[in-house]
């Protein structure tokens, strides 16, 4: 079954330590990967995306992520946090072609201690 | 800047009162997709369409409908709303080409 996994609810960091939310999946075919960030109130940003190429991705706000297909993981880093990441980030799969959905994670809320 | 808009951005309505929340958006995506959110949950699929074509997930209830009577707009309606309907709503678009989806800043509804 295709599934999305974010092993940790809730992760709390101090402002300017280093952050890595984990993502793994399970995915029939080579799906396209993102991370969204969703702040309180708000709708979903996008992050980073990972089509091919580099496995290694640079997104907005400093954050990166790392696709290792071994692992089927999928996960992000940011090597400075800073007080306005505090969020909900969510992990997604989707199709590569013919299929439009999405398939999410249940999300990781950060939060950031000053 | 192309987007994603929705409207309004809180919508208050009574138990059993339709509502209709709209979409609209400046990307030409060809998929329009709603989703709804509860508290501390990832968001839930709806239904979407591609073009006119529209595709219902087989658990949305059928209080929950939908019209997209264009390419730029695509409203939800929830017949008769009940107090497990408050959410947060996300409207969604992506191209055909490309399943990358960009999202709305959501409707909150809040039903009493």
């Known amino acids: 079954a295709q599934s999305v996994t974010q092993p940790d609810i809730h992760i709390t960091v101090s402002e300017g330590a280093s952050l890595e939310l984990r993502c793994n999946y399970s995915?029939?075919?080579?799906?396209?990967l993102f991370w969204y960030v969703q702040s309180p109130g708000q709708g979903l940003q996008l992050l980073l995306k990972?089509?091919?190429?580099?496995?290694l991705v640079q997104g907005i706000k400093g954050f990166e992520a790392e696709f290792k297909r071994s692992q089927s993981s999928f996960n992000l880093r940011k090597p400075s946090v800073h007080w306005s990441d505090a969020a909900e980030y969510f992990c997604a799969v989707g199709g590569t072609s013919g299929t439009y959905k999405y398939i999410f994670g249940t999300g990781t809320r950060l939060k950031v201690l000053a | 800047d192309a987007m994603v808009i929705q409207n309004p951005r809180y919508q208050v309505t009574q138990f059993g009162k339709p509502v209709t929340l709209s979409c609209s958006q400046t990307l030409n995506h060809n998929v329009m997709y709603w989703y709804q959110q509860k508290s501390s949950q990832a968001p839930k699929l709806l239904f979407h369409?591609?073009?006119?074509?529209?595709?219902n997930e087989a658990d949305t209830p059928d209080n929950f409908q939908s019209r997209r009577p264009n390419t730029s707009f695509c409203f939800l309606d929830i017949r008769s709303p009940g107090l497990g309907d408050a959410a947060m709503y996300l409207c969604?678009?992506?191209?055909?080409?490309?399943?990358?989806?960009?999202f709305g800043p959501g409707t909150r509804l809040t039903v009493l």
């Open positions: 990972y089509f091919s190429g580099d496995t």
């Open positions: 995915y029939g075919a080579t799906p396209y």
């Open positions: 969604a678009t992506s191209s055909r080409l490309v399943n990358e989806q960009f």
């Open positions: 369409y591609y073009d006119k074509d529209f595709n």
